[in-house]
């Protein structure tokens, strides 16, 4: 089957994460370093139990010394690894999201371990009265904006050397075409890994202190697997018309059958555009967004248009717009 002719060549994308951006990513294990060396340093002055919410000055409940160093430690360092991961090519897109969330998990948890165990230090007493000190544990979620503004926002280029108008292939009448390809995203993998890893420690903490917490734990789980359904997806096209399905869970994202579709097109997808990235839904448009660059725009006969970002969109989009108009 021949590929259809192209006619606009687009930038590429230069993803690559720059100086700053790597030393935003570095500045995210700040936190996570904070925890341990004064967990090291405090660790024989402390009880064996810590204050953990107030309700004005007095202690209303408690966690175990080692459990409130596990689940701060640990949420400090799952944002250090999403710095980390934010340098990768495949998160270019969200890096910026990226490095401001995990700033903000990691700066909250270094602020409620320094705040708790450190007034617990200043004043020599295992219930210190603390009045409005626990709200300085709120102010670590502002670490986020340090690597936030560290790695400014700087155009990226669409990666996409196509046409951005309505092509069609030659087929005989009574010719049948399909074409499909599976797209991954590491990025959503490493998500729902640190997200699993996330509801194993809550969880464990939750068993500990009588069911405190279960909620997040499976709100977690339930994120992840999310992040799982878009991890690896198939798009196909054929005479049944335009699917998308998750590879790994078969899960059926979208289908839009030939007779609901009016043209398709190859266009390079901004996610801003287009409400971010997932699974979006705006008022006459909707679309699935894995990436910034091209992708397949369907309209359908009632006017609305769905897009989903998928490599060499030329031929897909050329082939459904001429299965629909048989």
Known sequence: MPHPTTSETLPALTPRATLTERLASATLWLPALAISVTAT???????????????????????????????????????????????????????????????????LAAGVWLVTAGLVIATGSP???????????????????????????????????????????????????????????????????????????????????????????????????????????????????LRVVSSLLRLPIKQIALDQIRSARAESIRPLEWGGWGYRVLPGRSAVVLTRGPGMVVERHNGTLFAVTVPEPELPAALLSTLAAR
């Open 41 to 107: 340093l405090w660790y024989d002055r402390l009880p064996a139990v810590l204050p953990k919410q107030w309700n004005g000055a007095e202690v209303t409940s408690t966690a175990g010394t080692e459990v409130m160093i596990g689940v701060t430690g640990a949420i400090a360092l799952i944002g250090a690894i999403v710095g980390v991961i934010a340098l990768s090519d495949a998160a270019a897109e969200i890096r910026r999201v990226l490095l401001l969330a995990a700033g903000f998990a990691a700066g």
């Open 127 to 241: 219930e210190p009265a603390a009045g409005a000190w626990p709200l300085l544990a709120l102010l670590g979620c502002g670490y986020g904006l340090f690597p936030y503004a560290l790695a400014p926002r700087r155009p990226l280029e669409g990666h996409f050397s196509g046409t951005a108008g309505t092509t069609t292939v030659p087929l005989g009448a009574t010719e049948a075409g399909a074409w499909f390809t599976t797209v991954t995203v590491p990025m959503f993998f490493w998500f729902a890994g640190a997200l699993a890893l996330s509801a194993a420690g809550l969880a464990i903490f939750s068993a500990i202190e009588g069911g405190a917490g279960a909620g997040g734990a499976v709100t977690l789980v339930l994120v992840a697997a999310i992040c799982l359904v878009f991890g690896r997806l198939r798009v196909s096209v054929d005479r049944r018309g």
